[in-house]
């Protein structure tokens, strides 16, 4: 079996409104390899059957695990489960650009041992309509970890789809921190830009709902 260059874990309950279009948006590259990992709790197999229909063209990695509520268990479940040294998290209201993966796959190859890399992320409301582009405060190419710190603990500007990190550094520094609700992501960016440089790319990618 082909190594996938990304990994894109999914932690997903009671997505049946959102799911098949976050699943669609995903856009496959020619010779760039991608998996999808999702760990499901939802009440009932709604979402089993919607990552099912889209199987032929994507690779899934699905589990059903209603008894794990929690989306930070589930992601660093995933995360666990994923055969890429490098990933990303979508969330189930969440979208794709086609032009995702090319992007992924050019910031990977310039610069492979970076532990997290960023770009912008348009916002869109609930039908999808573009809104704006949500841009963290930094110049782009490599960023020194400290020029990291200092931003994000004046806030969260990274939106969630949008970083790719390496798998190996998410589970050096401990992954989510399960027993944070609202702040996990942005522990998470703090501790894995304190551990190796960071590459921002001011091209928007992921849409953020």
């Known amino acids: 079996m082909i190594r996938p260059l990304l990994s894109v874990v999914m ?3 009671g997505g049946e409104r959102w799911l098949d279009a976050a699943l669609a948006s995903i856009a496959t590259g020619p010779g760039i390899a991608i998996e999808v990992v999702i760990r499901d709790s939802s009440p009932d197999r709604s979402c089993t059957e919607i990552a099912t229909r ?11 695990m209603p008894e794990t509520a929690s989306w930070t268990r589930k ?15 979508l969330h189930q209201d969440d979208l794709w650009l086609p032009h995702r993966i090319a992007l992924a796959a050019e910031m990977i190859a310039r610069d492979p041992d970076a532990v ?14 573009t809104l704006g582009v949500w841009r963290p405060p930094f110049r782009p190419g490599r960023l020194a970890p400290d020029v990291v710190r200092d931003a994000l603990l004046v806030q969260n500007s990274i939106a969630i789809p949008t970083p790719v990190f390496r798998r190996d550094a998410y589970r050096a520094v401990g992954g989510l921190d399960e027993s944070l609700w609202y702040t996990p992501d942005w522990d998470l960016w703090l501790k894995l830009a304190a551990h190796v440089a960071v590459i921002y790319d001011p091209r928007p990618a992921p849409p953020f709902r």
């Open 54 to 64: 889209h199987q032929g063209r994507l690779s899934i990695d699905y589990a059903y």
């Open 116 to 129: 997290l890399l960023l770009t912008p992320a348009q916002t869109v409301d609930a039908t999808g309509r």
């Open 11 to 13: 932690p997903v309950h």
């Open 75 to 89: 992601t660093n479940l995933a995360v666990e489960a994923a055969r890429a040294e490098h990933v990303a998290m």
